[in-house]
């Protein structure tokens, strides 16, 4: 079974501090995804990356930044978290096979900035 | 960029009692995903169509994909409690492997 983990499942966070989410999947996929969940807003792409050190912006990338310097981890980074910051994030990854490009889900992180 | 609209919103029902949830785009799809959600944790892969009019089941679950590739049905049969969370949809954007999603059905089966 393919198995993704996030490092935290509850995180509480001071406004400007660095945080540091951290997802890993031990399936040797290449692509992995950040997302963040929202009440009304579904899933939202943050970043994702096809490759080890190769990272594309999604959707929503503004206050965050992303580290891929192995296959198996992703890092998102909040440089300086604010209360806005506060939501659900889950880490994903994906392997291209025949077409499919179905992905498998971490736990999720729920963080609060105060 | 790619809408997909889920509906309902939000479902409650009594167990044994059948439901559909829609998920209709503005554009072709390619690629529908149905995925469920337990309330707090992470989202599990139930099924992908591709084909127009395809049609697949997993256990009490059926998910279709109509002929012209715009809207999937996902229907439970005999509902029961373990079937609560969060239903969502996700269907890729022309040639690209990022999904797009669904803002999701809250599901909620009453024993």
């Known amino acids: 079974d393919v198995k993704v983990t996030q490092s935290s499942r509850y995180l509480v966070k001071r406004t400007g501090e660095k945080v540091f989410l951290e997802c890993v999947q031990d399936m040797d996929h290449e692509n992995m995804f950040w997302y963040r969940q929202d009440p009304g807003l579904g899933l939202r792409l943050i970043y994702f990356s096809y490759d080890v050190k190769m990272k594309e912006k999604g959707d929503i990338p503004e206050g965050y930044s992303v580290s891929r310097e192995k296959k198996e981890r992703f890092s998102l980074i909040l440089e300086s978290a604010s209360t806005n910051q506060t ?3 889950l880490c994903a990854s994906s392997v291209p096979t025949s077409g499919h490009h179905e992905q498998y ?6 963080l609060t900035v105060t | 960029s790619q809408e997909l609209e889920q509906s309902p919103q939000s479902l409650i029902v009594q167990e044994g009692k059948n439901l559909t949830i829609n998920c209709t785009s503005s554009k072709t799809l390619y690629g529908l995903y149905w995925y469920k959600q337990k309330y707090g944790e992470g989202l599990i892969f139930l099924m992908m169509l591709q084909k127009g009019g395809e049609e697949k089941s997993h256990e009490k679950i059926t998910a279709k994909l109509d002929e012209k590739k715009q809207q999937s049905s996902l229907h439970i049969t005999a509902s029961q409690p373990s ?3 969060i239903y969502l949809c996700g269907a890729r954007k022309g040639g690209s492997y990022i999904p ?3 803002r ?6 009453h024993p």
Do not use: E
């Not at chain 1, 889900?105 to 729920?110: A, E, K, L, N, V």
């Open chain 2, 83 to 85: 079937h609560a969370g």
């Open chain 1, 87 to 89: 939501s659900m994030y």
């Open chain 2, 100 to 102: 797009t999603f669904g």
């Open chain 2, 104 to 109: 999701g059905t809250s599901l909620i089966v």
């Open chain 1, 105 to 110: 889900f971490g736990p999720g992180t729920r």
